[in-house]
Each structure stands twice: as C-alpha cells, then as structure tokens.
C-alpha cells in the first residue's frame, strides 16, 4: 500500500462526507431521498474512498475483467456519460421552468382580467 498523501486524505474525508449526508438524508427520512439514491450513493462514494485509499485497485479490477490499462478510457467514458446525463438533465429542468412560467403567466393574466370586469 503507497503512503497516504495530502490529496488521498482529502478526497478520503470528501467521500466519507459525502456518504454520511446521503446516510444521514435517508435515516432522516427525507422526501428527496429514496432508496435507490443511497444505494448509488454509496456505491459511487464507496469506490471513490476504496480507490483512494488503495490506489492500485482500479488497476488489480481492470485486470481481472480484461481490461488491462484501458481503464483509463472507460474512466473518461463514464465522464462523458455523466456530462451527458447532466446536460439532458439541465434541458429538462430549462424546459420545465418555461412550461411553469407560462402556466402562472396565463394564471395572472385570467386574474387580472377578472378584476378588470368587476369594476
């Protein structure tokens, strides 16, 4: 096992954190957090902490399913599908404010005109 350094602590301590909040999110019963985000949760900040607090088991997992040093590449891959998914995300959410902003926009004009008859 290598030496800690600075920047393995750090990113220890930021995925610990990460996996208290989502632990803690779903102990406490929040809406937003089901089930299924705390598995994912943990399952993306578990491996971020097991890589880095032993560093070459990104490289002993490629070589058992085949990969070689071509987990560099599917690393990069899983980047791109995160800003990917992170883009349609963001359009959703752009497309769901336009939607809601007409609806109250339609809602206060209705208004308004119904003041406008009572006078």
Not at 46 to 69: E, N, T, W, Y
Request: charged fraction near 25%; hydrophobic fraction near 55%; include cysteine.
């Amino acid at each position: 096992m290598l030496p800690l350094s600075i920047s393995r602590i750090v990113f220890s301590l930021i995925a610990v954190f990460f996996l208290s909040d989502a632990l803690t999110k779903y102990l406490r019963g929040e809406r937003s957090h089901t089930a299924f985000k705390l598995a994912v949760s943990v399952f993306i900040w578990g491996a971020a902490l097991a890589l880095a607090i032993m560093p070459r088991l990104d490289h002993a997992v490629s070589k058992q399913f085949g990969f070689g040093k071509d987990i560099d590449v599917l690393i990069l891959g899983g980047f791109v599908v995160v800003f990917i998914f992170l883009f349609n995300l963001l359009r959703i959410t752009e497309r769901l404010e336009r939607n809601i902003t007409e609806i109250v926009r339609e809602q206060c004009l209705e208004k308004f005109k119904e003041k406008l008859e009572q006078k």
